[in-house]
Structure formats: structure tokens, C-alpha cells
């Protein structure tokens, strides 16, 4: 499921706007990401890809990832030469991670921190 380009932060409240019918009663959304025309946005209860397909984008596939379903996962941070940031999560049943790639601008760490307190629990 890897996508391409990198993610860039975007405002988690016009998110919790944009997706809000695909949020559960209370569900918050702490962090979100554009990537390319997909999205990605993390809540207090999962992980949620948006994935556009096809030529006009209007087919979308939406991933919905429990905390409780993530078995680890990394971030790399973005060095000299290497602009990027990483993060790859593996998923309970998956052998292979799900990776996405975020522009320099993106607090990897943010991410980090957000997956850590509620994939820890």
C-alpha cells in the first residue's frame, strides 16, 4: 500500500471537517497529512488513509488502521542529503509495512509521539 510523494502537514480541525462522516461519535483527529491528493490522519482512535484512485479521484479507498492492530513501528528522521522523513508501521497479521514519506517541513517526531501514546496503551 505504499503511496507516492511526500506528505505534508495540514490542519487536523479541517480534517476532522473534511472527514468528519467517516469519525465516530467523540473521535478526535490529532494530526493530518496531504500526500500528493491522498490523505492521512491520525485520531485518538486509529490510523485512517484516504486513498484517491483513478484519473478523477473521485473512487476513494479509505484504510482504517486500529492502534491496537499496529505491532511496532519506525521513523526516520530527514538527514543532509536524505530530505525526507519516513515512517513505517506494521500491521498484526502483514509482514510487510505500510510506508509513507513526509517532506522535511513535517514534524516526524509529532508523529511519533501521537502513535506512541495511543499504540502504547
Do not use: C
Not at 78 to 89: Q, R, S, V
Amino acid at each position: 500500500m505504499a503511496l507516492f510523494g511526500n506528505a505534508h502537514a495540514i490542519d487536523p480541525a479541517q480534517a476532522q471537517q473534511d472527514y468528519a462522516r467517516l469519525l465516530g461519535q467523540g473521535e478526535q483527529v490529532h494530526a493530518a497529512y496531504l500526500l500528493i491528493r491522498d490523505t492521512i490522519f491520525l485520531t485518538d482512535r486509529r490510523l485512517v488513509l484516504v486513498d484517491k484512485q483513478g484519473i478523477t479521484g473521485k473512487k476513494v479507498e479509505y484504510h482504517s488502521i486500529p492502534y491496537r492492530s499496529i505491532t511496532h513501528f519506525a521513523v526516520e528522521t530527514a538527514g543532509t542529503f536524505d530530505l525526507d522523513a519516513e515512517l513505517k508501521i506494521w500491521i498484526s497479521g502483514s509482514p510487510v509495512p505500510v510506508q509513507k514519506t513526509f517532506t522535511k517541513g513535517v514534524d516526524i517526531y509529532e508523529v511519533q509521539a501521537i502513535l506512541t501514546q495511543f499504540v502504547a496503551k
